[in-house]
Nanobody, 127 residues
Framework: EVQLQASGGGLVQAGRSLRLSCAAS????????LGWFRQAPGKEREAVSS????????VYADSVKGRFTISSDDAKNTVYLQMNNLNPDDTAIYYC????????????????????WGQGTLVTVSS
């Protein structure tokens, strides 16, 4: 069975850091486009970041550029989201996702472009 398991969320103060993890089972992450999305209370789900399996290039939402870093560890079959200098606007449920059949050089930041989803992990940032 193909699954993604997200973890690492929690309650932190503004200015602090968290690292989210997303472990895959049933498939190899290095063959998939990987993404992180988030959904804040009362808001639509939005893309945070995506990383390509072809060249390792990453893209970020403007709101997190310079603060968040996406990475993957093929040996651990896990994708990470390092989040630094968190602020209350980052409070949300964070979801990891994987996409099959990506195209090298393409950018995938729409949730409907992803096939496999993790269950979400809650990040709460207090002021």
């Amino acid at each position: 069975e193909v699954q993604l398991q997200a973890s690492g969320g929690g309650l932190v103060q503004a200015g602090r850091s968290l690292r989210l993890s997303c472990a895959a089972s049933g498939f190899n992450l290095d063959e998939y486009v990987l993404g992180w999305f988030r959904q804040a209370p009362g808001k639509e789900r939005e893309a945070v970041s995506s990383i390509s399996p072809y060249d390792g290039s990453a893209v970020y939402a403007d709101s997190v550029k310079g603060r968040f870093t996406i990475s993957s560890d093929d040996a651990k079959n896990t994708v990470y989201l390092q989040m630094n200098n968190l602020n209350p606007d980052d409070t949300a449920i964070y979801y990891c996702a994987a996409r099959t059949n990506g195209v090298s050089g393409a950018v995938y930041l729409r949730d409907y472009e992803y096939d496999v989803w993790g269950q979400g992990t809650l990040v709460t940032v207090s002021s």
